[in-house]
Nanobody, 129 residues
Framework: QVQLVESGGGSVQAGGSTRLSCVASGNTASQKCMAWFRRAPGKEREGVAS????????LYHETVQGRFTISQDNAQNTVYLQMNNVASEDTAVYYCAARKATGLDSLRGCGTHDDFNYWGQGTQVTVSS
C-alpha cells in the first residue's frame, strides 16, 4: 500500500553534512509515523529519528541528537534526514520506514522501537576521513 524510495546517499567527509530524502507514494495518508533507521555492517538495525507527520514531533537516538534533524514536506510526501557534523560511526545503510500512529504516538512521538510496516530499499552513507 505504501512505497518508499530513499535518495541522497553517498560519500561525505567527516565533519561535513548531507541530506537524505524519502519519497512516499501509495496510501500514505494513514501512515502517520515516518522514521529513519540505519544498519552498519555486522551490527543490528537501530532507529535514528522519527517524526509524527501530523503534529511534527520528532524523536532522536541519543547518538545523533544535536547533529541530525528529521523534517517533512507533506505536500511532496517527502521526509528528510539532515545529517550534520557526520562521523565515521555514522557510516551505514539508511532506511526510510513508515507505520500507522497509535494514540500514544500522537502524544509522545513515534518511537522507533515499535514495528514499522513499510520500508525503503536503503541508501548507503559512507563517511570518509
Amino acid at each position: 500500500q505504501v512505497q518508499l524510495v530513499e535518495s541522497g546517499g553517498g560519500s561525505v567527509q567527516a565533519g561535513g553534512s548531507t541530506r537524505l530524502s524519502c519519497v512516499a507514494s501509495g496510501n500514505t495518508a494513514s501512515q502517520k509515523c515516518m522514521a529513519w533507521f540505519r544498519r552498519a555492517p555486522g551490527k543490528e538495525r537501530e532507529g535514528v529519528a522519527s517524526i509524527h507527520t501530523i503534529n511534527g514531533r520528532a524523536l532522536y537516538h541519543e547518538t545523533v541528537q544535536g547533529r541530525f534533524t528529521i523534517s517533512q514536506d507533506n505536500a511532496q510526501n517527502t521526509v528528510y534526514l539532515q545529517m550534520n557534523n557526520v562521523a565515521s560511526e555514522d557510516t551505514a545503510v539508511y532506511y526510510c520506514a513508515a507505520r500507522k500512529a497509535t494514540g500514544l504516538d500522537s502524544l509522545r512521538g513515534c518511537g522507533t522501537h515499535d514495528d514499522f510496516n513499510y520500508w525503503g530499499q536503503g541508501t548507503q552513507v559512507t563517511v570518509s576521513s
